[in-house]
């Protein structure tokens, strides 16, 4: 199975702030990678899909890249309702489509 | 509006058994594939098991292989996972998801129930 490793597994930053996680496929995904939101109690939300398109209805704010083996996830400045935890998701051929372990992004 | 419901979540006894159910509604449940995901408590996602658009191909991830079982009922927009010989460690949230995959695009949860939990213990 393709393992996906997340970085860093938390961060600290102030609302208005530009962040960026990375996420690193243990062989290459091409750009089957997506990325999701999750809050406290509540159900991922998908934010980029295929590396780098965003996914309907999500702010601008949010952008995807990379290819291959490595991506990023960048947040331009940062909103309080930003504040939550991160995955990435590989969707390469064929299942388990598996996930990062996760980055949880916390106000400084 | 999208809609995904789940079900069945419960507290059940190691080795025993349980049905889990979503119920789509407000899209064409039957063009879609269909998966599970699961979050054990304080953890991150693992997914689960995935099924194409009318039931012929399924996906296990390895730790639920010969133990799940993955169906739908298209005529009654319901996604299905079977579960038995539960163990401690299946203990999660689960998540049905709705994904948009289609020949020359690429697998995604667009949309995502509330989830159910299952507890395993005893």
């Known amino acids: 199975d393709i393992q996906m490793t997340q970085s860093p597994s938390s961060l600290s930053a102030s609302v208005g702030d530009r962040v960026t996680i990375t996420c690193r496929a243990s062989q290459s995904i091409s750009n089957y990678l997506n990325w999701y939101q999750q809050k406290p109690g509540k159900a991922p939300k998908l934010l980029i899909y295929a590396a780098s398109s965003l996914q309907s209805g999500v702010p601008s704010r949010f952008s995807g890249s990379g290819s291959g083996t490595d991506f990023t996830l960048t947040i331009n400045r940062l909103q309080p309702e930003d504040f939550a935890t991160y995955y990435c998701q590989q969707s390469y051929s064929p299942p388990p489509h598996t996930f990062g372990q996760g980055t949880k992004l916390q106000i400084k | 509006e999208v809609q995904l419901v789940e079900s069945g979540g419960d507290l059940v006894q190691p080795g025993g058994s349980l049905k889990l159910s979503c119920a789509a509604s407000?899209?064409?449940?039957?063009?879609?594939?269909m998966s599970w995901v699961r979050q054990a408590p304080g953890k991150g996602l693992e997914w689960v098991a995935n099924i194409d658009q009318d039931g012929s191909e399924k996906n296990y991830v390895d730790s639920v292989k010969g133990r799940f079982t993955i169906s739908r009922d298209n005529v009654k927009n319901s996604l299905f996972l079977q579960m038995s010989s539960l163990r401690a460690e299946d203990t999660a949230v689960y998540y049905c998801?709705?994904?948009?995959?289609?020949?020359?695009?690429?697998?995604?949860?667009?949309?995502w129930g509330q989830g159910t939990l299952v507890t395993v213990s005893s």
């Open positions: 407000a899209f064409a449940f039957s063009n879609y594939w």
């Open positions: 998801a709705r994904d948009p995959y289609q020949r020359y695009s690429s697998s995604r949860f667009d949309f």
